[in-house]
């Protein structure tokens, strides 16, 4: 007798969602989550300054028209405390919890050939079993640190921003020390600059980052957005990047210089992702138009930053504008306009060390009382890394993956049956706004288990061939994007992580868009799931399974 039917693992917008479809099949299925509460994301980045740079009402789910109806955003890119509370109040509306365990991490998953189900070891020591195993375990929810000799010196508090304390952190008259800048450090750094005494940036290689403009919803605001709801989760539908911002379809070359200028002074004033995803589409791929564009938005840094030297550190030589996810910001350049903030090019003077006081850079020594650590993430298949999941005959996913995944649809993996990632690396969210992404995966790996449970199936494996296909597919779009140069999460670069430094192209994120990735993976489903071997049917000896399944 198996546990449970489905082991969902992760309780975050993923794993949230993925259990109220399966409890509404009635099938008795339990979410584990190694964190204390539910959340995931929004749960752990408490630092100041942490917010969407999707449009909330675009971020939030679009499940149920009584959530749709009753929720009100009350700011056009929502903070996180508002967003966690927003999926506690999915969770308590829909009464979710009571089919969550937390603090049950999972540390490893085997999957046993003879019996056809899946045993998960969790660190408080209990074995679970269960037929099919969801995994959510999030992209970007495994922090790194650097690599810094002496880190467990330094006196003060330090930590990761993943980690912010969730009782909060006096800054007021405090030094302060920042270390990295991409999306993480562009919002924390705007939002402390004028909340500590004094604030050192330290910066490896500057990120690209344009204006949130972020505002407050109204109720009137609110009533229009409820009224246009399927309008909106029409053309997030429509897009590739599943928001509500549609490409500029004009020639970059056939328009004047002047009508490009035009659109990008009007685009830098939007609110959103707007500069990225409302402009030409040969900022990705087309390098002289991509060049000329990054000068565009140099030249605006110019025009905030007062200190020359300064503005030229924040401008990226490395990589163009674009070709890895974008930082919004607010405030942002002008914070280094301030006499108490700093930024120290770690490019010329490396971090040696941490000393019980500071940092020691090949220049000089710093003192600080606080070092914040935005270092980013061990994205995409970091968490799956750090599972010791084991699939047909023993083998080991994080062997198989060692290179870089290779998956079907980015929701299967041959060798792994009955394992399903509805959001997994190389799938339809990552590279666009995750929830729509997530609301896919999660509907399309429900209806295969309903098929299953219709037909009488028991196993589900992606063949070898179709998982082949579509990572060629996927590395083949990595081809033409410009992003594909870039040291970003996009490509699997992270210096703090071994293997993962730069060199070999991970192929992480799916780049054909979300509407060519739901077609492809509808005509999967209505091909009766071609790429998927399934086996055995329940077999008339074998009864008692579709009462064992379910939760009732
Ligand atoms: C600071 C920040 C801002 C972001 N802003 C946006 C935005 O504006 N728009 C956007 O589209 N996306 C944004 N993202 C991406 C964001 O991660 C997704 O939007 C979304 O929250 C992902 O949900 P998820 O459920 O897939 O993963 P997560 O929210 O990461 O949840 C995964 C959960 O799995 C749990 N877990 C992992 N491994 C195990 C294990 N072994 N055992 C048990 N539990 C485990 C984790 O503890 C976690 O709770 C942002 C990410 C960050 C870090």
Redo the contacts with the bound molecule.
């Keep these: 007798m198996i546990d449970y039917e489905v082991i969902v693992?992760?309780?975050?917008?993923?794993?949230i969602y993925q259990i109220k479809r399966l409890v509404d099949l009635g099938v008795k299925a339990v979410v584990?989550?190694?964190?204390p509460d539910l959340?995931?994301?929004?749960?752990w980045?408490r630092y100041p300054g942490?917010r969407?740079?999707?449009e909330s009402y675009t971020?939030g789910y679009s499940f149920s028209r009584e959530l749709l109806d009753e929720w009100h955003w009350k700011e056009k890119f929502s903070s996180q405390p508002e967003n966690l509370r927003y999926l506690n109040h999915v969770a308590d509306k829909f009464d979710l919890r009571r089919h969550m365990q937390f603090n049950?991490?999972?540390d490893a998953a085997s999957y046993d050939e003879a019996e056809n189900i899946w045993r998960l070891t969790l660190s408080d020591g209990r074995t679970l079993t269960s037929r099919f195993v969801v995994m959510?375990?999030?992209?970007?929810?495994m922090p790194t640190l650097p690599r810094l000799e002496g880190m467990d010196r330094f006196e003060g508090p330090s930590f990761h921003t993943y980690n912010w304390p969730h009782e909060g952190v006096e800054l007021a008259g405090k030094r302060v020390a920042v270390i990295g800048t991409g999306a993480?450090a562009i919002q924390v750094i705007a939002e402390i600059a004028d909340k500590v005494g004094d604030l050192t940036v330290f910066q490896r290689r500057p990120n690209w980052a344009a204006p949130l403009n972020n505002s407050r919803i109204s109720q009137e605001e609110m009533a229009d957005i409820r009224g246009r709801y399927d309008e909106i989760f029409a053309t997030c539908a429509r897009t590739p990047g599943g928001f509500e911002h549609e490409p500029d379809r004009r020639g970059f070359w056939e328009v004047s210089r002047e009508e490009r200028l035009k659109l990008w002074d009007r685009l830098y004033d939007e609110p959103g992702f707007g500069i990225w995803l409302r402009n030409f589409r040969e900022i990705f791929t087309d390098e002289a138009a991509n060049a000329e564009f990054s000068e565009y938005i140099a030249d605006r840094i110019r025009r905030r930053v007062k200190d020359p030297e300064v503005a030229e550190k924040l401008i990226p030589r490395d990589h163009g504008f674009g070709v890895q996810r974008v930082p919004l910001e607010t405030y942002y350049y002008e914070a280094y306009n301030r006499d108490n903030v700093h930024l120290v090019d770690i490019s010329e003077t490396p971090i040696v060390s941490v000393t019980e006081r500071g940092l020691r850079t090949t220049e000089r020594d710093y003192d600080f009382d606080i070092i914040v650590y935005a270092t980013g993430?061990d994205a995409i298949t970091g968490?799956f890394d750090?599972?010791e999941i084991q699939g047909v005959g023993g083998e080991k996913l994080g062997e198989k993956w060692k290179d870089g995944p290779s998956t079907f649809l980015g929701m299967m993996i041959s060798g792994f049956p009955n394992l399903l990632m509805p959001?997994g690396p190389q799938s339809g969210s990552a590279s666009t706004?995750?929830?729509r992404g997530?609301e896919t995966g999660v509907n399309w790996c429900t209806e295969l288990l309903k098929y299953m449970w219709a037909h009488g199936l028991e196993r589900a494996e992606a063949t070898r061939a179709a998982e082949e296909r579509w990572t060629r597919h996927v590395t083949e779009m990595y081809a033409m994007m410009l992003m594909r140069k870039a040291k970003s999460w996009f490509t699997g670069y992270n210096s703090n992580v071994a293997g993962h430094e730069q060199g070999r192209i991970r192929y992480f994120v799916y780049n054909g868009g979300a509407p060519k990735y739901v077609n492809t993976i509808t005509k999967v489903a209505q091909s009766g799931y071609e790429g998927i071997v399934f086996g055995p049917s329940d077999e008339p000896g074998r009864s008692g399974r579709s009462e064992e399944r379910l939760a009732v």
Excluded at 32 to 35: D, H, I, P, W
Excluded at 39 to 43: F, K, M, Q
Excluded at 136 to 141: E, F, K, N, P
Aim: negative net charge.
């Design positions: 693992i992760g309780a975050g917008v993923a794993g584990l989550e190694g964190s959340g995931g994301t929004w749960y980045n942490c969407f740079d999707s971020y049950s991490r999972v959510t375990l999030g992209l970007l929810s993480t993430f968490a750090h599972i959001a706004n995750y929830p997530i």
